[in-house]
C-alpha cells in the first residue's frame, strides 16, 4: 500500500511543530471528505472526516477545516510525532454516488528529530 | 478494536489465471468495499456492495471481475483471467453506513507474471 515511486508533495516538519496538509478537491458538489493516513505496507487509516455542512471539526490532535468556496481541505496536526510520519490522502464522496470515494494523490509527510 | 482482515497478504500468479483475494470485514459493518492502488498512483475505487447487491463499480470492475459474500463474514474479489495490469495492491474497506467513515484492510498485494 505504498506509494513510492509516486512524485508527492513532501512535508517536512520537526517533532513537537503543527502539520498543515492542504488538499484540493475537484466537484464543488461533493459532501463528504475523509482524511486517510497510509504508512508503509499498509491499508489507508481513517483520520477524520467532514460533511460539506461544516467548516471545521476537531478530533484527537487533528482537525479539519474545509473551505467549499475554494475547493480547499486541510488537515491540522498538533505537535507532530515521529509516528505521524506517513502518506496522507484526502478522499472526497461526489454527489450522486452512493459509495464511491475519490482519492487524491497523497502528501507526504516526514518527522524530524 | 476491530479491524478489516485480508488474506492473502502476497498473491503471485501467472497471466490468464483466476484469483480469488478475500476479505473479513468488521462484523457490524453493512457496506463493503474494494479499491486498488497500482503502485505509484492514486488508490482508485472499483466496487460497492450492499445488502449482497452490487451497488456501484468503477469503469475498472470489468467482466473479468466479481465480488461475492459467500457467507456472514467473508467478502471475496475474484479476477478471472488476470493481466499483468491487474498487479496492484488490492484494499478491502467496510463502513456501517454508506459512505461514511470507510476503514480499510491491510490489502494484498498481486503480482501478476
Known amino acids: 500500500g505504498e506509494s513510492v515511486g509516486l512524485h508527492l508533495p513532501t512535508l517536512s516538519v520537526q517533532e513537537g511543530d503543527n502539520s498543515i496538509i492542504n488538499c484540493a478537491y475537484s466537484?464543488?458538489?461533493?459532501?463528504?471528505f475523509i482524511w486517510y493516513k497510509q504508512e508503509s505496507g499498509k491499508g489507508p487509516q481513517f483520520i477524520i472526516d467532514?460533511?460539506?455542512?461544516?467548516d471545521k471539526r476537531q478530533g484527537q490532535r487533528v482537525t479539519v477545516l474545509l473551505n467549499k468556496t475554494v475547493k480547499h481541505l486541510s488537515l491540522q496536526i498538533a505537535a507532530t510525532q515521529p509516528g505521524d510520519s506517513a502518506v496522507y490522502f484526502c478522499?472526497?464522496?461526489?454527489?450522486?454516488?452512493?459509495?464511491?470515494?475519490?482519492f487524491g494523490t497523497g502528501t507526504r509527510l516526514q518527522v524530524t528529530l | 478494536e476491530p479491524e478489516v482482515t485480508q488474506t492473502p497478504s502476497h498473491q503471485v500468479t501467472q497471466m490468464g489465471q483466476e484469483v480469488i483475494l478475500r476479505c473479513v470485514p468488521i462484523?457490524?459493518?453493512?457496506?463493503f468495499y474494494w479499491y486498488r492502488q497500482i503502485l505509484g498512483q492514486k488508490v482508485e475505487f472499483l466496487v460497492s456492495?450492499?445488502?449482497?447487491?452490487?451497488?456501484?463499480k468503477s469503469e475498472i470492475f470489468d467482466d473479468q471481475f466479481s465480488v461475492e459474500r459467500p457467507d456472514g463474514s467473508n467478502f471475496t474479489l475474484k479476477i478471472r483471467s488476470t493481466k499483468l495490469e491487474d498487479s496492484a495492491m488490492y484494499f478491502c474497506?467496510?463502513?456501517?453506513?454508506?459512505?461514511?467513515?470507510?476503514?480499510f484492510g491491510p490489502g494484498t498485494r498481486l503480482t501478476v507474471l
Open positions: 474497506a467496510s463502513s456501517r453506513t454508506d459512505p461514511w467513515a470507510q476503514y
Open positions: 466537484n464543488s458538489a461533493s459532501d463528504y
Open positions: 467532514i460533511r460539506s455542512n461544516m
Open positions: 478522499a472526497e464522496n461526489p454527489t450522486g454516488t452512493a459509495s464511491k470515494l475519490t
Open positions: 462484523s457490524n459493518h453493512l457496506y
Open positions: 456492495f450492499y445488502n449482497n447487491e452490487i451497488s456501484e
